[in-house]
C-alpha cells in the first residue's frame, strides 16, 4: 500500500457518536480510517461521509486491515459500551498494532478500568489514553470537548488532530491534556456530577417558578431566554427555553408537560458521588441530584403516598403562599437563587477533582479544566470563564466561594436565595438542590459549628477523645460521672 494512501488515524465503534466524531475528525481534514464488527454501520458511515460533503474517510471490515490502514505510529479511537466491550475491542485491534501505536478509548469510562488497561498496553509497548468526551451526539459532530488523560507521548501524537476536532472558544480549543493514568475518565465523571447538578438546579427553579409564580410554559420560555443573556448563559439554560416552546402533537398545550416525571441515568453521577465520599469530600448538592433521581424512579410510590398524606390530612400550601406573591420579585429571586446554587455545585465538583488529583499526583490545573468546559460540553457556560479566573488568581484556592470576586456574588445573592428556600419550604416544594448548596455554604462559612457537641457525644459513649478550643492536646472526660455527681 503506498503511504499516501494511509489515513491519519483510526476509529472504531460506530454507534452515532462514533460516527459523528469520524466525520468531524474527516471534516477538518485528517482523512480517517473508521471500522465496526457490524459491517452495515461502516456502510452507513461510508455513506454520510459522502453526503456530508466527500469527507476523506474510509471504512475497513476487518480489524486487520482496519489497523494497516492507519499511518504509523498509528492512533485508534474506540468509541464503545464501557467495560467488557472495550476490552475486547482493544484485544482484536492491538493483535495488529506495533509498539508505539496508541490506543484512546473515548468512552465515558470508570477511571481505574482505564488505569489497568494502560498497564496492560504497556507490556505490549502501545501508548493509551483515556478521553472524557462531552456534547453529546451533536457535539461530537460539531466541536466536543475532550479530556484526555495517559500517556503524554500519545497526546502529543493526536494535540493537532484534537486540537482542530474540538469545540472552538475565543481562548483557544476545548482540549488539553488533563494528566496521567485515568484523570481524563475521572474528570469526565465529575463533569457529568456537575451536570447532574446543574439539571436538578433548573428543574428545582422551574418547580418553584410554576407552582409558587404560577408561571405558564410561555412565561418561562421568556424568562429562561432572558436569563440566557445574563450571568447564567449556557447551554442547558438555552435548551430549557426551547423544550418550554414545543408543542404537543398529540394533544393540547405543550409537550414537557406530558413527559413522565421519571429521571433515567447511566452511572456516571453515582460514581461521583462514590468518590466524594470515599475521597471525604463534601459534595451535597450533587448527591441531592443523584437522590432525586432515585426518588424520580419511584412514580408509582409516590402517587400512593399523594394519596395516603392527603388522606391523614396533609394541605397543599402552594395556594396559601401563591396569593400575594410579586411574580417579578420572584422571578428575580429565583435567579439569583440558581446562579448562588451553581457556584456552591462547581465549587464541590472542583473540590472533588482537587482531592482525586492530590491522591494520585495528577496536578490538575483547575483554571484549565473550567476553560476546557466553556465550549462543547454540556455545562458550557459563561460563568466558566470567571472560574478559569479564579483558579488562575489563585491556583491554591480552597474552595470558590472564597475567591473574591465569587465571595461578593454569593453576598449580594443570599438574601434572594434563602428568600426562594424558604418560599419553597413553606409551600412544600422540594428543591433539595439549592437546599444543599445554601446549606453547604452556611456551614462552610461558620467559623463555629455544633461539631463541639458531636464531639462530646463521641467521648461519652466511645472514648474517642477531644481537642479544646483553648488548650493543645487529646482530652477525654468522664461525662456521666460528672454530670450525675451532683444529683
Ligand atoms: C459495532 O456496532 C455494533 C452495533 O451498533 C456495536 O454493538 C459494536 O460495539 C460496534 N463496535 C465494534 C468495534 O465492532
New binding site residues.
Given amino acids: 500500500m503506498a503511504a499516501t494512501t494511509l489515513s491519519n488515524i483510526g476509529l ?4 452515532v457518536m462514533g460516527q459523528n466524531l469520524a466525520l468531524n475528525i474527516a471534516e477538518k481534514g485528517f482523512p480517517i480510517s473508521v ?4 459491517t452495515s ?1 461502516v456502510d452507513e458511515t461510508l455513506d454520510r461521509a459522502h453526503n456530508e460533503g466527500h469527507l476523506p474517510l474510509t471504512g475497513h471490515y476487518t480489524p486487520r486491515d482496519f489497523v494497516l490502514s492507519i499511518q504509523k505510529p498509528r492512533s485508534v479511537i ?1 468509541l ?2 464501557a467495560g467488557a ?1 472495550v476490552d475486547q ?1 482493544i484485544a ?1 485491534l492491538s493483535a495488529h498494532m506495533e509498539p508505539g501505536d496508541t490506543i484512546i478509548d473515548g468512552g465515558n469510562e470508570w477511571y481505574e478500568n482505564t488505569e489497568r488497561r494502560i498497564v496492560e498496553a504497556e507490556s505490549k509497548g502501545l501508548l493509551y489514553l483515556g478521553m472524557g468526551v462531552s456534547g453529546g451526539e451533536e457535539g461530537a459532530r460539531n466541536g466536543p470537548s475532550l479530556m484526555p488523560g495517559g500517556s503524554f507521548e500519545a497526546y502529543n501524537n493526536i494535540k493537532n488532530i484534537v486540537e482542530k476536532v474540538a469545540a472552538q472558544v475565543e481562548d483557544g480549543p476545548c482540549v488539553t491534556y488533563i494528566g496521567e493514568g485515568g484523570s481524563g475518565n475521572f474528570v469526565k465523571m465529575v463533569h457529568n456530577g456537575i451536570e447532574y447538578g446543574d439539571m436538578q438546579l433548573i428543574s428545582e427553579a422551574y418547580d418553584v417558578l410554576k407552582n409558587v409564580g404560577g408561571l405558564s410554559n410561555a412565561e418561562l420560555a421568556d424568562i429562561f431566554d432572558e436569563w440566557n443573556r445574563g450571568e447564567l448563559e449556557s447551554f442547558l439554560i438555552e435548551i430549557t427555553a426551547d423544550i418550554f416552546k414545543v408543542k404537543d402533537e398529540h394533544g393540547d398545550g405543550e409537550l414537557v408537560d406530558k413527559i413522565l416525571d421519571k429521571t433515567g441515568m447511566k452511572g456516571t453521577g453515582k460514581w461521583t458521588v462514590q468518590q466524594a465520599a470515599e475521597l471525604s469530600v463534601a459534595a451535597p448538592t450533587i448527591a441531592a441530584s443523584l437522590d432525586c433521581r432515585y426518588l424520580s424512579g419511584l412514580k408509582n410510590e409516590r402517587v400512593a403516598a399523594a394519596e395516603v398524606l392527603a388522606g391523614a390530612g396533609l394541605k397543599e400550601e402552594v395556594g396559601s403562599v401563591r396569593s400575594g406573591i410579586d411574580k417579578k420579585r420572584l422571578i428575580d429571586d429565583v435567579r439569583q437563587a440558581l446562579y448562588a446554587s451553581k457556584i456552591c455545585s462547581y465549587a464541590q465538583g472542583m473540590n472533588l477533582l482537587r482531592a482525586k488529583s492530590l491522591e494520585k499526583n495528577w496536578n490538575l490545573n483547575f483554571g484549565e479544566l473550567a476553560r476546557i468546559w466553556k465550549g462543547g460540553c454540556i455545562i458550557r457556560a459563561v460563568f466558566l470563564d470567571r472560574i478559569k479566573k479564579a483558579y488562575q488568581r489563585n491556583p491554591n484556592l480552597a474552595s470558590l466561594v472564597v475567591d473574591p470576586d465569587f465571595a461578593k456574588e454569593m453576598v449580594q445573592r443570599q438574601a434572594a436565595w434563602r428568600r426562594v428556600v424558604g418560599l419553597a419550604i413553606s409551600a412544600g416544594i422540594s428543591t433539595p438542590g439549592m437546599c444543599a448548596s445554601l446549606s453547604y455554604f452556611d456551614t462552610y462559612r461558620r467559623a463555629r459549628l455544633p461539631a463541639n457537641l458531636v464531639q462530646a457525644q463521641r467521648d461519652l459513649f466511645g472514648a474517642h477523645t477531644y481537642e479544646r478550643v483553648d488548650r493543645p492536646g487529646a482530652f477525654h472526660t468522664e461525662w456521666t460521672k460528672l454530670a450525675r455527681k451532683n444529683v
Wanted: glycine share 6%; aromatic share 6%.
Fill in positions: 472504531a465503534g460506530l454507534a471500522y465496526n464488527r457490524t454501520k474506540i464503545v459500551k466491550p475491542t482484536a
